[in-house]
């Protein structure tokens, strides 16, 4: 045999050079997939992270708000203390809303709030839940501000609000504690959110302050 003829029985028939690029394509095929699922498998471990966060910081918000909940009194051309009290939950046990005191740089502030959940809008089935602020100004107190609003927990299902019990000592216009049960919803698919991640969560806040 010719050193010409060697050459060329050395080389890949046609055969051979389509079954290699097939099995080329199918590995290509399962790394791909792999990486796909490696990537939506860490998407939603982070958003699961996220979304344990964002029920922690609205349970934080909220029991720190919700626990400086005072009774509100001013005095009344008689020379009485006539009770004003902004707490009240909605009928519907989707908002709730009252005054809070805290100190800043030791100065009392007084502070009207509210949360409330609102639907998206389509029938979505999820929303959102809001926080509106003002400094006191229907009962004395002039304003410093005007109404804040923002959202303060997003996408979220399932909201309610009730009030638990009552203390004796005061002149049951307020509750022991508040309950607030959410189910936060993941958002990293804004398309189908809740799909991939819920987390049921409730919130048992004591009211300690206004005794």
């Known amino acids: 045999m010719s050193r010409r003829e ?22 290509l095929g399962v790394l791909a997939f792999v990486f796909r699922q490696s990537a939506e498998a860490v998407g939603a471990a982070s958003e699961a992270v996220a979304v344990v966060q964002r029920a922690r910081i609205l349970g934080t918000r909220m029991g720190r708000e919700l ?13 009485k203390r006539e009770i004003i009290l902004a ?3 909605a009928s519907d046990n989707k908002a709730v809303e009252f005054v809070s005191q805290t100190l800043q740089d030791g100065v009392l502030d007084t ?22 602020v003002r400094q006191k100004e ?11 609003n923002e959202v303060v927990a997003w996408p979220v299902k399932g909201v309610y609000i009730r009030a638990i019990g009552s203390d004796p000592k005061l002149t049951s216009r307020l509750p022991a504690a508040v ?19 819920t987390l049921p969560q409730a919130f048992y806040i004591p009211i300690y302050q206004g005794h």
């Open 87 to 89: 707490f009240e939950i």
């Open 111 to 132: 502070w009207d709030i509210k949360y409330y959940y609102l639907e998206d809008p389509g029938g979505k089935g999820y929303g959102a839940i809001y926080r509106r």
């Open 179 to 197: 309950e607030v049960r959410v189910t936060f919803l993941d958002s990293w698919d804004k398309a189908h959110c809740g799909r991939k991640f």
């Open 67 to 79: 626990g400086a909940a005072v009774e509100y009194f001013v005095p009344n051309p008689m020379d």
């Open 6 to 27: 060697r050459r060329v029985s050395r080389g890949f028939t046609l055969l051979e050079l389509v079954v290699a690029i097939g099995l080329m394509v199918m590995l």
């Open 138 to 148: 229907k009962y004395g107190l002039p304003a410093t501000s005007s109404d804040v």
